[in-house]
């Protein structure tokens, strides 16, 4: 009899447990794949903004779809596509892998070597799979296709800066620093794949086209650690920025040997992805300090860009117990609203219909006021939150990622290391 | 100028990568696949050591070294023993062995770039207008002094005889009663430690991550493919072909192509003198 009864009492519990959960998750999960390369930053940092954007929206009843509410459900698959001698089929076989075994529903995120995800577009119209784009793929390339084949890749959107946004950003701020601290002179350090090369190429001819002086460039093949030479090269032609377009974690080697050989040119990562992290000044003993880096978009270092700027930073850090920690991670978060927006004004999980609702997006996010090109599905930037997604530059100051650029959302002045200055 | 001393200390930092592997090649003739790993075991053991347990740095080197050699040897007594002659089964097992480090530590959490150590010294110096730091300056020194010691205890120790004997002639050496199993045991202990030797040298220049293990390991074989396999003080002359040879393609090519010397000195290598500089393995049969 008390064996029954110590049997009954769980089982009661249990009915008592399902008949009380919220009728939003009897319905089907809608799924969202993400294919990330999750040993990185640009991996790691998307999957935590899109879990917490998709535990917010479901502790608030899921989706309206049609007037029935759906929960979100995220399924990641390592792509391994940001590891050195990863060929680009992994990642592609990765994302049919979402779409064919876990029946994802959309595609958030990556791939997120810009190879990869040009190459994934064919197979996300192939399947009709709306994408967003969050993290790490910075190739103008990818919204120039969209236009190019609107009907065939239309499905195919980008939430986050690309090279071209992020050249002009760079050069903006590059202006602030001649005026203020009379620099002229910039060494290009590049990493060996597509985005860093396009984007250094492309700075090194707007840079001279603006009265810069270009001397020198270098390319460096993934996995890199010993800058040295090229360090010294920079020295050797007098130059006063490093312009840096990294995205592999041996980039702090370059920083901490930057210092270790005080090169007097102030470091610039356009992508850097090492300097992004809040871990950058540990891993570099505190010589990273004066780095500059391109977080890509607001909210991935801290600033008052719109109100929900330090809403979403406070309530990530209270998440995963650490800052949001560079690209991707406001991106991904906003990605999951704007999906969820678009999917209750389009009432429907087809694809079509959620891609003509996308293209009507409309709202304001943690990074600024979030609208797509219609014609190439790229996010419109600016520099004021208020009139699209901005930008955000830090530098590192005294352990602290300290907002830079652009002006309206800066909290600090940039500062030289004392070896440069006179 | 600036060739001259950042080539000797590229040539002595791949020097020091390849000592180990040239070691135990050259005395047990395993070639040790798992030596990439082993170096970046030992960066991973100092950096537990030093901030983790909190012993001083010293210590906590010469502990990751010790560890390493132990882990050396537990390598041969429990795996390489046992296929040791069958070449090809030499190369999988070490090298399963070494990726299972390798993905196994990336796997527990060793990732990104948030573990380094710290330099010897933290100052920096100009000589004849090229600014260098002082850990690169003890780079050169202690690769020399490794070298020197080397050579010493493979001259003038009773063990190091034995073990030249058994690099030597292992049928000779054996009938003289020097134990090879033994032999083999300790000279993978000691290119182990020879390993985790470089990454506590090497490893403060940089970030430790388990990527290092893989370059290691291809660095490691383009110099003793190039010095000849087997002969140690091939593997220091040929460090210090690919060394200069890659300072100088990064001064006059680009760093994009820094890479590709040590792969095209293994192919030219293979092409023209597959024994290598001084390497004895195969020579009579290149001759016929």
Redesign the interface.
Known sequence: MRKAFTLFIPVVLLTFLFSAVPCAFSQKPIIIGAPLST???YGWGAQRGMVLAVEEINAQGGVDVAGKKQPLKVEVIDTRDL??GVPVSEALMAVEKLILEKKADFIIGGPVRSEAALAAMDLLAKYKKVSILTTGVLTPRYHARVAEEYDRLKYCFRIHGEAGQLVKEIMACFKEIQEEHGLNKVFIMVQ?VAHARGGGEVLGKVAAGQGWTVTGT????T????????L??A??TEAQILNIWMDM??S??LL??WY???IPALPFGSTLA?AE?P??W????GKGEYTLCNVVNAGNAPSEATPWTMKFYDAYTKRWNIEPEGLGCSSSYMAVYVLKEAIERAGSLDSDKVVQAMEKTDMMGVYGRLRFDPKTHQVIPALEPDEGAVGSILQWQDGKRVVVFPKSIATGPIQLPPWMKK | MEILIYGTVNSMALALMALGFALVYGISRVPNFAHGAIYVVSGFLTWTFLRVVGLNYFLSAVLAILVTGLIGALLYQFVLIRVRGMAISEIIASYAIGLAILEGLRWGGFRGMTYSLPVFVEDMVIIAGVPIDFHRLLLIAIGVAVIAVLWAFTHFTRLGLALRGMAQDERAALMLGIDSDRMALIATALGSMLAGLAAIVLLPLGNIVVEAGYNVLIMAIAVCIVGGLGSWMGAVLAAFLIGFAQILTVVYLGSHYQIVVALLAIIFTLILRPSGLFGRQKELEERV
Do not use: C, H, N, V
């Open positions: 040993a990185f930053l590891e050195p060996d270098e390319i460096y093949p996995g890199t650690t010993d800058f040295s030479m090229g010294l090269k020295r050797r974690p041996e702090s080697i901490k040997q270790e050989l005080q090492a992290q871990g950058f540990k891993a570099t003993e």
